[in-house]
Nanobody
Framework: QVQLVESGGGSVQAGGSLRLSCAAS????????MAWFRQASGKEREGVAT???????RYADSVKGRFTISKDNAKNILYLQMNSLQPEDTAMYYC??????????????????????????WGQGTQVTVSS
């Protein structure tokens, strides 16, 4: 059974940093895309960043240059380093995974690497709150 467990959320002031972690277990697939999505109160869930097994990554325009996605394959942990946080980054952040996936196939199927429909497995989320 695939499990994704997020941690690392919290409250910070604008300009601060946080690092989110997502521990993955029970994942039998050798090729996988792993991503971070977020959902602010009253808004739809949106993609933040994704990375595939080859290390290719994509970011939402709103976080480019501020957020970095990475993973530790040996530990099966996905990270999201968030710098220069702004109040508009306040949201519940979710880890997601897609089996048998590459960034290229995501684009072929959905026209983007961050379509919510492309991800089969989801964590419970971790809250990030940024105050001004």
């Amino acid at each position: 059974q695939v499990q994704l467990v997020e941690s690392g959320g919290g409250s910070v002031q604008a300009g601060g940093s946080l690092r989110l972690s997502c521990a993955a277990s029970g994942y039998p697939y050798s090729s996988v895309c792993m991503a971070w999505f977020r959902q602010a109160s009253g808004k739809e869930r949106e993609g933040v960043a994704t990375i595939d097994s080859d290390g290719s990554s994509r970011y939402a325009d709103s976080v480019k240059g501020r957020f970095t996605i990475s993973k530790d394959n040996a530990k099966n942990i996905l990270y999201l380093q968030m710098n220069s946080l702004q109040p508009e980054d306040t949201a519940m952040y979710y880890c997601a995974a897609a089996p048998a996936c590459t960034i290229a196939t995501m684009y072929e199927l959905y026209g983007t690497a961050l379509n919510i429909l492309g991800y089969n497995y989801w964590g419970q989320g971790t809250q990030v709150t940024v105050s001004s």
